[in-house]
Nanobody
């Protein structure tokens, strides 16, 4: 069992930055594949970035490439999503998701077994 807790969301002006955190308990992130998703009001949940550390691959959505970066701190058992050059269209609830890392890149919501509660990101113009 894996429990995920996101934090770091908030209100930021266009062009600003935020860093989201996803802390895991129950298992370490060393054998866990992670995805960050987001869902805006009235829209479907979409993948932002998917990462397999065992497979050595990272997939970013085209809309965030070059602006968002996923990273991991093993000592803190935490995964981060650094978000720079934020735009109003990045406004959404952001979710951290996890599943066992078998080396495959997982890019859809059903691929993930464990989910955090979500954290709101609002970017003002």
């Amino acid at each position: 069992q894996v429990q995920l807790v996101e934090s770091g969301g908030g209100l930021v002006q266009s062009g600003g930055s935020l860093r989201l955190s996803c802390a895991a308990s129950g298992r370490t992130f060393s054998n866990i594949a992670v995805g960050w998703f987001r869902q805006a009001p009235g829209q479907e949940r979409e993948i932002v970035v998917a990462k397999t550390w065992n497979g050595g691959r990272t997939n970013y959505a085209d809309s965030v490439k070059g602006r968002f970066t996923i990273s991991r701190d093993n000592a803190k058992n935490t995964v981060y999503l650094q978000m720079d050059s934020l735009k109003p269209e990045d406004t959404a609830v952001y979710y951290c998701a996890a599943n066992w890392d078998d080396g495959r890149i997982r890019i859809t919501a059903p691929d993930y077994r464990y989910w955090g509660q979500g954290t709101q990101v609002t970017v003002s113009s």
